[in-house]
């Protein structure tokens, strides 16, 4: 059974849950304290059709908030009218400029609105490690920045079953590739068979990670594979991840999937307005937390990022202090 760990990092600014199993990074979470909470995955609102899309099959829906709108996929005869009140769910978080993606509930009145908001990050840990014990402090944001890392990474290598993985989004889909690296002296065949085997365990785990989804294709070690051990590993490998369809095996070795979108991809969120002073402040916390001897730690930032630090850094206490006296894109800390 594999060991669990979850850390819960909330910050000024933004919060952060964390799931590592066997050491490493599963699942990462980030909620933004400027989100909207109309369009975070889980909330119950109220909207209103602002325009039907035949040809997308669909609607946008006003959620009171502004644009982007959410939209609505419907069926053929379901077709309410612009104007039309209803009750809905948010099923997918806004990602590449586009809106929320929400499934109907029933009809509703009033103004759009939002009628509860979905689970935070504590709760969402909670339902995905159930009786896990929650790690805060100098632990959890370490455990944030490793999650970051690999959220962001483009592969991974196991050097103990030859695998070396490469992952990357396109507009299309997502490509994944699984390299297999033969020992000398051992079966090929094994050896190629563990490393896809891995491989597919890593890409659920990455894909997972960053909250990605959509079509994925994935290029397998050989092309002489056993189509049925294939499938079955790769849907051992994406048991945990809820809507995926697995499709049939290339005679080539390409073996295509379906994810559902859920969360804002991960890439999106860090490269979001504010990221830099959120990064900034992250390492200041943990500095203040390895070195409680030290009276003073001083924050040095551009002049254009004091007005987004200066509120956050007055919640860390009298040692943490602010200069606006560096470069553009330029943060460092000094005692004192």
């Known amino acids: 059974m594999a060991e669990v760990e979850v850390f819960l990092d909330a910050a000024p600014g933004e919060t952060r849950g964390m799931i590592f199993r066997d050491g490493r990074a599963w699942t990462l979470i980030i909620h933004r304290d400027d989100d909207r909470p109309e369009h975070r995955l889980g909330a119950r609102v109220v909207g209103r059709v602002a325009r039907l899309a035949p040809a997308l099959r669909g609607a946008f829906i006003d959620l009171g908030c502004g644009e982007p709108f959410g939209f609505l996929a419907l069926g053929k005869a379901d077709r309410p009218a612009e104007g039309a009140k209803l009750e809905l769910e948010v099923t997918a978080e806004p990602r590449e400029r586009k809106g929320p993606v929400l499934r109907r509930l029933g009809e509703a009145g009033g103004a759009p609105r939002l009628l509860s908001p979905g689970p935070d990050v504590a709760d969402i840990l909670n339902r995905q490690a159930p009786g896990a014990a929650v790690v805060t402090g ?4 370490r455990a944030a ?10 592969g991974m290598i196991a050097p103990e079953v030859g695998l070396d993985l490469a992952i990357q989004r396109t507009r299309a889909l997502i490509a994944v590739d699984i390299d297999h690296a033969p020992a000398a002296g051992r079966d090929s065949r094994k050896g190629r068979e563990a490393a896809n085997r891995e491989g597919l365990r890593q890409a659920a785990r990455l894909l997972g990670l960053k909250g990605w989804g959509g079509l994925v294709v994935i290029d397998l070690a050989g092309v002489d594979l056993h189509p049925e051990t294939t499938l079955a590993m790769a849907r051992q490998a994406f048991a945990g991840h809820e809507g995926t369809a697995v499709g049939p095996l290339s005679r080539f070795g390409l073996l295509q999937l ?5 969360r804002t991809p991960a890439d999106e969120r860090l490269s979001a307005p504010g990221t830099p002073e959120i990064a900034a402040l992250r390492r200041l916390r943990l500095a203040l937390l390895a070195d409680r001897a030290a009276p003073r730690l001083t924050l040095r930032c551009p002049p254009a990022s004091a007005g987004v630090l200066s509120p956050w850094l007055a919640e860390l206490g009298p040692r943490a202090h602010m200069a606006t006296d560096a470069a553009p894109g330029v943060f460092e800390i000094k005692e004192g």
């Open 138 to 141: 100098a632990p959890a944001i």
């Open 145 to 154: 920045l490793e999650a970051e890392e690999e959220a962001l990474s483009g």
């Open 258 to 262: 379906s994810l559902p979108w859920r």
